[in-house]
């Protein structure tokens, strides 16, 4: 059968979004997100397409969708990191080589008319939103930002010439019990003489400490894999996309010597108990391009998928 690969106009917008609901109908753990959402981030008004272009494309068998992919270009990336990388994202395709293949290399081939040299993905559009493919854990279903995919992606990616370039690690811990001696052993070590207090964020305090946590957000990722700071216009969108199901409550600041250095949130998912979400170092976290691990969430868990504190907040004992 035939593959028809269409670069689409923007009218064509509501069918590359509805595509992967139409794929996965039934999938027992697939779990999009919510459609108005994924329409205001593909958006061109979006503020991640201020420093931005895209291309979408949809490939068709008999006149039916068979997958969907976006080229993206984000100089906001090729500048901070001095290259010409190119990315895909949003990425959908039934389990079939062929149509993959030609979907990324049209996406491809965009990519390399705007003057890049690689194509790095999948970002949606950029390592500040989901990414990557699932490596492992597929009985289950995903965590907050972080994507399901079928085995069969990784399979269609390497058949079209990818290659990971990075994992994402989500670790589980069950802390009903608490995180056990050892642990607590080792946080008194690297907290030994500093003065570390952990708060939450008073209710009439919330725009301020949104800016707080930008601040510390770009800082701690700035040596990171893939990383690109979200400019004031992204960051304040996503905060206002979050202020509806973000009480105070749920976020917690670190302050060394009395100036915030780290901090750490509860993000309730819609089906289980709130899902921990934790930041607190830069140096043992790297984003992923074509591989991403989750695990299954039994009961609250501690996932930490961006961890960063400000560099010079504290110094470990071992390089004192």
Request: glycine share 8%.
């Amino acid at each position: 059968m035939s593959i028809e690969i269409r670069a689409l106009a923007e009218a064509e917008l509501g069918a590359f979004i509805d595509y992967p609901y139409d794929l996965f109908r039934g999938h027992p753990y697939w779990a999009g997100e919510l459609k108005k959402d994924v329409r205001h981030l593909l958006d061109t008004g979006h503020p991640f397409w201020r420093h931005g272009e895209r291309r979408l494309f949809m490939a068709f068998k008999a006149g039916r969708p068979a997958g969907r992919v976006a080229a993206i270009v984000n100089s906001a990336h090729n500048n901070f990191h001095n290259d010409k990388a190119g990315f895909f994202g949003f990425f959908d395709c039934e389990n079939d080589k062929e149509t993959a293949a030609a979907l990324l290399s049209a996406a491809c081939a965009w990519l390399k008319t705007r003057g890049m040299d690689s194509a790095i993905g999948p970002v949606n559009p950029s390592t500040n939103e989901t990414c990557g493919m699932l490596a492992e854990g597929f009985d289950g279903p995903p965590m907050v930002m972080m994507p399901y995919t079928p085995p069969y992606y990784l399979e269609l990616a390497e058949a079209a010439g990818f290659a990971k370039a990075k994992d994402l690690l989500a670790f589980r811990v069950d802390v009903a019990h608490g995180f056990g001696e050892r642990f607590e052993k080792i946080v008194q070590r690297l907290t030994r003489g500093k003065d570390i207090k952990v708060r939450h964020v008073d209710a009439g305090g919330l725009d301020k400490a949104i800016a707080e946590v930008k601040e510390i957000y770009n800082s701690a990722w700035e040596k990171n894999w893939g990383f690109v700071p979200m400019s004031d216009a992204e960051f304040n969108d996503m905060a206002a996309a979050m202020k509806p199901v973000l009480k105070p409550e749920y976020l917690y600041f670190a302050d060394v010597d009395g100036k915030p250095a780290a901090f750490g949130g509860a993000w309730p998912p819609s089906s289980t108990a709130p899902t921990i979400i934790s930041i607190t170092t830069r140096r043992a976290s790297s984003a992923s391009s074509t591989a991403r691990t989750t695990r299954r969430p039994r009961r609250p868990c501690c996932r930490p998928p961006a961890r960063g504190s400000r560099p010079a907040a504290w110094t470990p004992p071992s390089a004192r």
